[in-house]
């Protein structure tokens, strides 16, 4: 029987912070590290090819369609940029002793963070999408 203080509190979280994941933990951990950065570098570089392909519309004198390439560029690099951090705080999973647990929470915030601006990324895409897309048709 436990005793008055050792009664699971629901708002109390209690983890070890000695924990250790097993090797086939850290297999799966890895796997997501290299699918993060691999996703991230994917990202910045479709980001970079459209900043470059914003430009060359540029240089042809076409500036409407340069505004929407060059915000989806950036877009896609704010997207990429979300994906390294918690890619990080996971990789050090691999290389720490006695700090998982701290570094999957870490992780998740950044996470937790990340997905918060790349909402606000993507509902303004959208929303100059739309715009732009209304401002088509009215031509």
């Known amino acids: 029987m436990k005793s008055s203080n050792q009664v699971n509190n629901p708002n109390?979280?209690?983890h070890d912070e000695n924990y250790e994941f097993t090797d086939s933990d850290r297999t799966n951990i890895s796997?997501?590290?290299i699918r993060f950065i691999t996703n991230a570098l994917?990202?910045?570089l479709s980001g970079v090819f459209n900043i470059t392909r914003a430009l060359f519309h540029v240089s042809r004198g076409d500036y409407f369609p340069s505004i929407v390439v060059l915000t989806s560029g950036f877009v896609f690099i704010a997207m990429g940029f979300t994906f390294f951090n918690p890619a990080d705080n996971l990789r050090k999973i691999l290389i720490t002793k006695g700090r998982d647990i701290e570094e999957v929470m870490k992780a998740i915030t950044e996470l937790a963070s990340g997905f918060g601006r790349l909402t606000f990324f993507l509902m303004a895409m959208l929303i100059f999408e739309i715009i732009t897309t209304t401002f088509l048709f009215q031509q």
Request: zero cysteines; a neutral charge.
């Open 12 to 14: 109390q979280h209690h």
């Open 42 to 44: 994917l990202l910045v």
């Open 31 to 33: 796997g997501v590290v």
